[in-house]
């Protein structure tokens, strides 16, 4: 049974981040609903919601309003975050849905390093501001890429083996194609960014244990995260 939140689990923190929990609850239950129906019906809703009560109750507690960014949008990040993550858990969701999850996870992630990275920054021109735009998708797609054909399995003599299992002939062809493209660009990443994509996509660890294990706060392997994306994109797009 997962344990669900609710406003009284929070009551020995401060007032400001009760506050900031309570009048957002909301938020939760709309992103649980977006989801649940981008992920299906198998799903109960009442689970999606207490990932995201936890998710909005660790936004509420790491939020520094000093920062200049209104908390709504800080925590849409968590909430989604903390969402797909449990969703992740559950064993007994098709091996499609997984596969969409993990694209959804990096292009959520994709998107809060983004923003951290423009905290307290000057609004742009138009061009500038299209331009922004056109490689901010592009990442995003990017990362969607990664988290969607990034599946490995180890052989019995340590060799690293990608995984296509159940596609067609020519979808398994052109995944494999781009497993290998994305695996030789990782590479030529910066030598953190390096680290923490292959350690997370390829070898198969969970993000916040392999930026803890490099010393970087969330925020920050949040926003390596993003630049090693908008790389890869780059690298990725004179490949092909």
């Known amino acids: 049974m997962v344990f669900r939140y ?3 689990v929070a009551t020995d923190d401060p007032p400001e ?3 900031r929990f309570n009048g957002n609850l909301e938020l939760v239950d ?16 009442q689970d999606l919601v207490s990932y995201g009560r936890e998710g909005l109750l660790d936004a509420a507690r ?17 909430v989604r975050g903390a969402i797909i993550d449990g969703i992740r858990a559950m064993s007994h969701l098709p091996r499609r849905t997984h596969e969409k999850l993990s ?4 292009a959520n992630r994709f998107s809060e390093g983004a923003a951290e990275d423009t905290l307290g920054a000057p609004s742009p021109e138009a061009a500038e501001a299209a331009r922004q735009l056109d490689e901010h ?17 180890w052989g019995d003599e340590g060799e690293q083996l990608a995984v296509f299992g159940g596609d067609n002939p020519e979808e398994a062809v052109a995944r494999a194609q781009l497993f290998g493209a994305i695996q030789a660009a990782i590479h030529e990443l910066p030598e953190q960014e390096e680290i923490l994509v292959r ?3 390829l070898e198969g660890e969970r993000f916040d244990h392999v930026a803890g294990e490099l010393g970087l706060s969330k925020s920050w392997a949040s926003r390596l995260h993003t630049r090693a994306m908008l790389r890869l994109s780059k690298r990725l797009a004179k490949v092909g």
Do not use: K, W
Not at 30 to 45: C, K, M, N, S, Y
Not at 138 to 152: E, K
């Open 17 to 19: 981040v009760l506050e």
């Open 62 to 78: 790491r939020f520094d309003p000093g920062r200049g960014v209104p908390f709504r949008g800080y925590a849409n990040f968590r």
């Open 30 to 45: 709309v992103i649980a609903r977006q989801l649940g129906r981008t992920f299906g019906r198998a799903l109960e809703i």
């Open 137 to 153: 998708l592009a990442g995003m797609a990017t990362a969607m890429a990664v988290g969607l054909v990034a599946r490995v399995a």
């Open 6 to 8: 609710s406003a009284a």
């Open 199 to 201: 350690r997370h996509y």
């Open 103 to 106: 694209a959804f996870a990096a």
